[in-house]
């Protein structure tokens, strides 16, 4: 799956801004604040993350344009009919222990996120999925780099993507239903 947004070229973008949270836990907060809240808007999100942006300061300027970027992207990728959502966490091409930790950083920015509204749903997979990923945002990230450690970190990463699009189909359930192109031919 192509994922337009680049941890690597991303994860610097916080560093000049008034904040503690790092980008994966930043993305976190944004899917979780989505699912439970239709309306998100860009300031939304950037005051729950950062305390004051300066722009007429260039590099925080240039920060919040690559936030608004990430918050454009992920909202179109979350709305995405053909499921092209992707966690903004460290690749493949980082250390094991790189990717366990932002992935972690992840599942505890997305529960963050939940918090911020009200969950009012009664589905046993949604809540059984949100308590999965609250278990996985407390993983021992001392893993070796083992081609068995990055094929089971790699089916847990699956399993929360997934997961995300299942607690926000059932906290907002589509307005349509998507047909593929391929059963209209």
Known sequence: ????????????????????????????ILCGFACVKPDLNLDDWLNEIIVSIDLNNLSE??????LAMIFNETSLQLNDPTL???????????KLGEQANTLIEWCQGYLTGLGLQKIS????????????????????TDLLDTEKNAQD???????????????????????QDFISPETLH
Do not use: C, W
């Open 1 to 28: 799956m192509n994922n337009s947004l680049d941890y690597d070229a991303l994860k610097s973008t916080l560093h000049t801004l008034n904040t503690d949270d790092t980008i994966s836990s930043a993305h976190g």
């Open 61 to 66: 300027k240039s920060a919040h344009e690559e």
């Open 84 to 94: 092209n959502f992707q966690l903004l966490i460290a690749d493949e091409d980082s």
């Open 121 to 140: 749903t009664t589905d046993d997979d949604a809540l059984e999925m949100i308590k999965d990923i609250s278990e996985i945002s407390k993983l021992d």
């Open 153 to 175: 970190l790699n089916e847990i990463i699956e399993f929360v993507r997934i997961g995300v699009l299942l607690i926000q189909e059932t906290l907002q359930p589509s307005k």
